[in-house]
């Protein structure tokens, strides 16, 4: 009788054990569950980086919708084709030297040293192109795209009329040739800061602390998701300009919206989330308008 009650009480035991350990870990699943609702899905099958924040989800695909950078009717041009323009422009490419180059460059003084930098760490010479093309001849600016090897569908180069004849706006050129913006995304670790010439568009997104927009650079496949803090000075500024009457009430605007976005120069930087994501962060809006300097 006393080894049957013995029995009896280690299976007893053995039984509230099991319990105890089946309701720890129900306890613990569901306490997981929550956390996960919590803080929302993360981007995981991102094509090319970036990722995104803590808690955000969603995002577009990286290769944008074929589309021209102009807006869909734009102004008509003053002629059909520019001579002086396209010389200058065609001069400034096949100059022997950087130096030879600066006299077709505005604010020259300004960008030497840049220049100068730009022709010793990759080599001095002629830069090779595949083709020119006027997409838009409209007063004192010049519209072209120009082709090379590494760009096949090509990128803008646009030139102003100034007192001193035709420039080109050395740093917008040297950030499009360079693909910059692409290799800052592909590259770029946490901490790194770079300012791009970009279209940028407000895209879906009710995150309580981070907004989200896609970022395109005016070369096809070049467009990532990015966010910006709502708290922070680059939303602030991307607001209002968005909401403003000149940008709600001009028909060209709202077509530059609906497809890639509105041309301006913004600060953005590399984070990392806790699954060691990478993702783009916009700290600022630095300027709106891509135009060569004067």
């Known amino acids: 009788m006393v ?3 013995r029995r009896l009480w280690i299976v007893i035991v053995i039984l509230a054990c099991l319990i105890a350990a089946a309701i720890s870990f129900i306890a613990g699943y569901l306490t997981a569950l929550r956390r996960v609702e919590m803080a929302g899905p993360v981007f995981t099958q991102q094509p090319l980086p970036p990722s995104s924040p803590e808690g955000v989800g969603g995002g577009e695909a990286t290769t944008p919708p074929d589309a021209p950078e102009e807006p869909e009717d734009p102004p008509e041009p003053t002629e059909t084709e520019d ?8 001069a400034f490419l096949s ?10 460059v505005a604010n020259g003084p300004a960008v030497e040293e840049a220049m100068e930098a730009e022709a010793g760490g990759d080599g001095d010479g002629p830069i090779e192109v595949t083709d020119i093309e ?7 600016l010049h519209h072209f795209r120009v082709k090379t090897e590494a760009i096949p569908d090509g ?3 646009t030139l102003r009329e100034t007192p001193d004849g035709w420039k080109i706006d050395w740093a917008t050129f040297d950030e499009f040739h360079r693909d910059r913006f692409r290799s800052f995304v592909a590259s770029a670790e946490a901490g790194d ?8 568009r407000p895209t879906d997104g009710d995150h309580t602390v981070f907004a989200q927009y896609q970022l395109s650079a005016p070369i096809k496949g070049r467009s990532y998701p990015s966010f910006a803090k709502r708290s922070g000075p680059a939303h602030a500024k991307l607001t209002a300009l968005v909401s403003s ?4 009430n001009d028909e060209r605007y709202q077509k530059l919206l609906e497809r890639d976005g509105l041309p301006l120069v913004v600060r953005i930087s590399c984070h990392k ?5 990478r993702y783009l962060l916009i700290d600022d809006l630095v300027a709106t308008h891509w135009g060569p300097a004067n």
């Open 134 to 140: 006027s997409t838009l001849l409209d007063d004192d």
């Open 155 to 157: 990128f803008p180069v």
């Open 193 to 200: 800061v770079g300012e791009f010439h970009v279209f940028v």
């Open 95 to 104: 100059a022997p030297d950087w130096k030879s180059r600066m006299d077709y």
């Open 273 to 277: 989330n806790s699954q060691d994501q």
């Open 245 to 248: 009457d000149e940008v709600q």
């Open 83 to 90: 001579p002086a323009s396209r010389e200058v422009l065609e």
């Open 3 to 5: 080894r049957s009650l």
